[in-house]
T-cell receptor, first 115, second 111 residues
Framework: DGGITQSPKYLFRKEGQNVTLSCEQNLNHDAMYWYRQDPGQGLRLIYYSQIVNDFQKGDIAEGYSVSREKKESFPLTVTSAQKNPTAFYLC??????????????FGPGTRLLVL | QKEVEQNSGPLSVPEGAIASLNCTYSDRGSQSFFWYRQYSGKSPELIMSIYSNGDKEDGRFTAQLNKASQYVSLLIRDSQPSDSATYLCAVNKTGRRALTFGSGTRLQVQP
């Protein structure tokens, strides 16, 4: 069953703590993305990666870091430098071969809360 | 000016009516346009994609694109209570594969 999985579903962060959100896909997609969604707002791009071992900052990358060591995996670390991390985090993936490759499919999301 | 603008709503329509959702975008070089539906607490799911001027129909949904006016819309015919959700418009930015999203329009279909 192909798709995108994110874990955990809920994550609690203490002050000064780094936390890592997992995103895995078995769709054989080259490109992966991380978005943040705050209540009542649209999605804002944090980081994206078009190929393994390469990634680019999005619009709100400060306080976040990513890695792309495998095609299937694109973990996001929320560092202590991110002062307002409470949000719904969404991972997405897409193909990378032509105009229709912009179609992105989303995982179920991780809700991050600060204790 | 926001890169992708949507009326936040709520847009309220009676069951069986046509719901019309609108979106404008600022980047004239954009080529890919998407509508996603998002239920409360869930992740967005793709409804329609459109790449050329004109209409594209899929079941009860019709996407309309007018690149000259930088306008894309979604029509939902025979609206059902299960269509009640937030609808997100997304557009690609020139030179960047990642999508730019509007803040969404909340649709309420009244039984």
């Amino acid at each position: 069953d192909g798709g995108i999985t994110q874990s955990p579903k809920y994550l609690f962060r203490k002050e000064g703590q780094n936390v890592t959100l997992s995103c895995e896909q078995n769709l054989n997609h080259d490109a992966m993305y991380w978005y943040r969604q705050d209540p009542g707002q649209g999605l804002r791009l944090i980081y994206y990666s078009q190929i393994v071992n390469d990634f680019q900052k999005g619009d709100i990358a400060e306080g976040y870091s990513v890695s792309r060591e495998k095609k299937e995996s694109f973990p996001l670390t929320v560092t202590s430098a991110q002062k307002n991390p409470t949000a719904f985090y969404l991972c997405a993936s897409s193909r990378s071969d032509g105009i229709t490759s912009d179609t992105q499919y989303f995982g179920p999301g991780t809700r991050l809360l600060v204790l | 000016q926001k890169e992708v603008e949507q009326n936040s709503g709520p847009l309220s329509v009676p069951e069986g009516a046509i719901a019309s959702l609108n979106c404008t975008y600022s980047d004239r070089g954009s080529q890919s346009f998407f509508w996603y539906r998002q239920y409360s607490g869930k992740s967005p799911e793709l409804i329609m994609s459109i790449y050329s001027n004109g209409d594209k129909e899929d079941g009860r949904f019709t996407a309309q694109l007018n690149k000259a006016s930088q306008y894309v819309s979604l029509l939902i015919r025979d609206s059902q209570p299960s269509d009640s959700a937030t609808y997100l418009c997304a557009v690609n930015k020139t030179g960047r594969r990642a999508l730019t999203f509007g803040s969404g329009t909340r649709l309420q279909v009244q039984p």
